[in-house]
């Protein structure tokens, strides 16, 4: 249960203010939310199964230390990349709508955008850590589809954008401290 609710937690940080979100929000103001929510739940499930695929073999290769330092590192880079922001392209956001109907436009748009996102490589760290594949692929699938769920909520009622900066910022201050956090565990183990 652990396994689970700290992939749901850093993914559905993660998430918040990101570029996938923000397509969430603007596919939200043109389809069905229904329509929307299950095109990201279909291409988180794929992304993340693989992302923790990779997190567990990283976990069985690296000494713990290793994992810590990385861990730690890239919680700390995820907290700096969601200060900076992510910019949302016309082209990302619109390529797949002429070929497909609105479900799969919606499932390729987030596949394509997860892969080497941010949320892809907090699932990674989080199954190199935990060792736990399946909680870990449904903690951080149901953490992306809440924080996305979010932003169609917002999307179906306002129609346009969230003033996101504060978002970032909190979300930034959680992924700094948790990597310092990681980092001193990595350095001072327990006794």
């Known amino acids: 249960m652990t396994a689970f609710l700290i992939a749901l937690f850093f993914v ?15 596919f ?12 990201v739940f279909l291409a988180t499930l794929v992304v993340h199964l693989f992302s923790v695929g990779i ?4 976990g069985i290769a690296l000494p713990l230390f290793w994992i810590k330092l990385l861990a730690g590192l890239a919680f700390i880079g995820f907290g700096i990349w969601t200060l900076i922001g992510d910019k949302l392209e016309d082209e990302e956001k619109t390529t797949q709508q002429r070929q497909f109907g609105p479900l799969m436009t919606v499932a390729v748009t987030f596949f394509l955008a997860e892969l080497g996102d941010k949320t892809m490589l907090a699932t990674i760290t989080i199954a ?10 449904i903690g951080s699938t149901v953490g992306m589809v809440i924080a996305d769920g979010l932003a169609v909520l917002v999307g179906m009622v306002l129609g346009k954008r969230l003033p996101e ?6 979300a930034a201050i959680i992924f700094i401290g948790s990597g310092i956090f990681t980092l001193v565990e990595a350095f001072l183990p327990a006794a």
């Not at 997190?55 to 990283?58: D, P």
């Open 12 to 26: 559905f940080i993660a998430e918040m203010g990101d570029k996938t979100q923000l397509v969430a929000l603007a």
């Open 55 to 58: 997190g567990e073999l990283l």
């Open 128 to 137: 190199s850590q935990q060792q736990t594949f399946i909680p870990v692929w």
């Open 165 to 170: 900066r504060i978002i970032q910022i909190g």
């Open 28 to 39: 939200a103001t043109r389809y069905r939310p229904t329509t929307v929510i299950l095109g």
